[in-house]
């Protein structure tokens, strides 16, 4: 078992990816792997029924299967850094942005990797800031 994985929530996602059986769960695999390569203390879950997500202090981001895209929403995309647009949806909200992924595309691999290191940053300093305030309160 790799650090940080909770082994019940990776075979789920291994799972889906088998169940899938298509070009959705070859993309699934190709980025969770990216995820992995990109911060290996990653920690997966499983989560609202079947989705899988991978955590760092908080959720980095979401890995949902649709019929034609495989969407990754980031829990704080609003917030991130994202100088080569991989954000392709969700981009109206306050806090989260997505990455929408169709049969066939590419995807900017050492871009990504960038991205999920600066969502895992977000968190670590969203956390030291929650912290912060509340021991400046007692």
Partial sequence: MQ??????????????????????GETLARIRKLIHDADPAIVEEWKWRG??????????????????VVKLTFARGAALADPKKLFNSSLDGNVRRAIDIGEGAKIDEAAFKKLIRVAVAANIEALAQGAAKKSKKK
Avoid: Q
């Fill in 3 to 24: 650090h940080g994985m909770n082994k019940s929530a990776s075979a789920n996602i291994t799972k889906r990816i088998k169940e899938l059986g298509d070009w959705r």
């Fill in 51 to 68: 989705v899988p997500v991978w955590e760092h202090d908080g959720i980095v981001c979401t890995g949902e299967s649709y019929k034609s």
